[in-house]
């Protein structure tokens, strides 16, 4: 399997995402034993979760000194992945030095073995506006050097009754359902 750190701008393609999505079955199946005997499973690997994203939003993958996890060709901004193998519930976290030019949460269905990405249309400057919790904001909390976790589903999906942008298929390997305008 190649090395991916040492490249700029990596283009997921159909080769790349079989591969990913391999990879995802592999992952799940040690995420299930390690949850069968400890109190908690494993993080969903960003090698897993920004490919995908990435091959169904047409982005470049972001890898070595690049900042943000992958780059949109056609507008060069940058995109801020967001991934949880929680489908009832998440927790991100945000670096103190974290920007981005959009945000898009990667919500997996383990029992469905399907990914529902949502384009959230936000950049760490609005996002920053956010609560962290009920006495300060994200930005106010990345101020003071912290981490602020925040749900992405409680904060956007819920709130705003969002429809995921796209659903993936991850045992077919193909996008299922497109509803970007």
Same mark, same amino acid.
């Given at each position: 399997?190649?090395?991916?750190?040492?490249?700029?701008?990596?283009?997921?393609?159909?080769?790349?995402?079989?591969?990913?999505?391999?990879?995802?079955?592999?992952?799940?199946?040690?995420?299930?034993?390690?949850?069968?005997?400890?109190?908690?499973?494993?993080?969903?690997?960003?090698?897993?979760?920004?490919?995908?994203?990435?091959?169904?939003?047409?982005?470049?993958?972001?890898?070595?000194?690049?900042?943000?996890?992958?780059?949109?060709?056609?507008?060069?901004?940058?995109?801020? #992945?967001?991934?949880?193998?929680? #489908?009832?519930?998440?927790?991100?976290?945000?670096?103190?030095?974290?920007? #981005?030019?959009?945000?898009?949460?990667?919500? #997996?269905?383990?029992?469905?073995?399907?990914?529902?990405?949502?384009?959230?249309?936000?950049?760490?400057?609005?996002?920053?506006?956010?609560?962290?919790?009920?006495?300060?904001?994200?930005?106010?909390?990345?101020?003071?050097?912290?981490?602020?976790?925040?749900?992405?589903?409680?904060?956007?999906?819920?709130?705003?009754?969002?429809?995921?942008?796209?659903?993936?298929?991850?045992?077919?390997?193909?996008?299922?359902?497109?509803?970007?305008?």
């Amino acid at each position: 399997m190649p090395k991916y750190k040492d490249f700029g701008h990596i283009k997921i393609d159909d080769a790349r995402i079989d591969e990913t999505c391999n990879a995802y079955f592999k992952w799940k199946d040690l995420n299930t034993y390690i949850s069968n005997n400890s109190h908690r499973g494993i993080n969903m690997p960003d090698a897993i979760s920004e490919p995908m994203g990435c091959y169904c939003l047409g982005y470049l993958w972001n890898r070595g000194d690049e900042t943000g996890d992958a780059t949109d060709p056609k507008t060069n901004k940058k995109i801020e #992945f967001k991934a949880t193998s929680r #489908f009832e519930g998440d927790l991100s976290s945000f670096g103190p030095k974290c920007v #981005f030019d959009n945000l898009v949460f990667l919500r #997996f269905n383990l029992e469905e073995n399907k990914l529902y990405i949502y384009d959230l249309k936000i950049d760490s400057k609005k996002f920053g506006k956010y609560p962290a919790n009920k006495k300060e904001t994200i930005q106010q909390q990345k101020d003071q050097g912290r981490r602020p976790h925040v749900s992405l589903q409680e904060l956007f999906v819920n709130a705003k009754n969002l429809t995921p942008d796209i659903i993936f298929d991850i045992r077919k390997c193909k996008i299922i359902e497109d509803n970007r305008k």
